[in-house]
């Protein structure tokens, strides 16, 4: 079965790393009226008839120029401009907001989009150099932050987080429970796997079992790697595993979890056709670890 957050990462572009210094490709290029440009205001984008909006180079504003690469034979670039154009205008949509319009017929641009929010949400975060305090200014296609001053090189992060089934009982059995979270933030009725970030010097199948013990009690013995998804909100790559229970007694930590509860596969179906659970939607990883294990696809959705 493939899921969403898998079709929007089918298509990746050639993000051409090897031209970002390339000061007159990178110009011939920019005046080139078939290179598609993503025009970004501050961290956000304007769609227009359902797909993010790109612009021929002579049409975007001035901003910080970003190359992100080449598809099909054609440039594309974005250019991140002051955020006070959306706060003029209507439409423009921060990246969660624009997420349900990225896993439907734009899902080819979701790779795109990731790639141009995640720098220019880097760039709103990370002005100023943390060795002299100077402000940074961008180079390499807007691909590193570079201080005037001292000369050091800021470059883009990720943070990898975990996130995970946690099963129990007799794989494949009609007992078998998967263990899932209601966070106290979330709306009444809304449970999705569990997950958090990884530590330093911690390799991510402990994290997976750290972070189960830690929001819900559970120890947790093999792990297993199911895959992975760009999560720039702001700056994460989601790791996703099933963790093999060998405890079941839950106790919730009561801060960012407020309840979690086994479900076996026919009580999550029951519940969730009932609507008394609401699943993650269907562009995110943990809907994809859910119905990995139920097998199928399950009714409703954030």
Known sequence: MIHAYEQMAADPHDRLGVRRRDGSW???????????????????????????????????????????????GTTYAAVVAPSTRARD???????????PVLSGEAAEDAP?????????????????????????????????????????????????AVIMTVTSGEPGS???????????????????????????????EDAVRREVAEEVGITVGEVTYVGNQPWPLPASLMLGFVGRATTTEITVDQDEIEDARWFTREELRTEAEAGRVVLPGPISISRALIEGWYGGPLPGSW
């Open 174 to 204: 009609a007992d078998e429970r998967c263990l899932l979270g209601h966070q106290s933030v979330w709306p009444e009725g809304r449970y999705s796997t569990l997950a958090g970030f990884c530590e330093p010097g911690e390799t991510l």
């Open 89 to 99: 205008e209507d439409g423009w949509l921060a990246l969660r907001d624009l997420l």
């Open 112 to 160: 795109m989009v990731f790639h141009a929010l995640g720098l220019a949400e880097w760039m709103a975060s990370t002005r100023f150099c943390p060795r002299c305090g100077a402000g940074l200014e961008p180079v390499a296609a807007g691909h590193e932050l570079q201080c005037p001053r001292c000369g050091r090189r800021q470059f883009p992060r990720t943070d990898p």
């Open 26 to 72: 990178l110009a011939e290029r920019w005046e080139d009226p078939a290179t598609r440009v993503l025009v970004v205001s501050g961290t956000r984008v304007r769609p227009v008839a359902g797909r993010p909006a790109w612009v021929a180079p002579g049409e975007a504003p001035e901003g910080v120029r970003v190359l992100l690469g080449e598809r099909a």
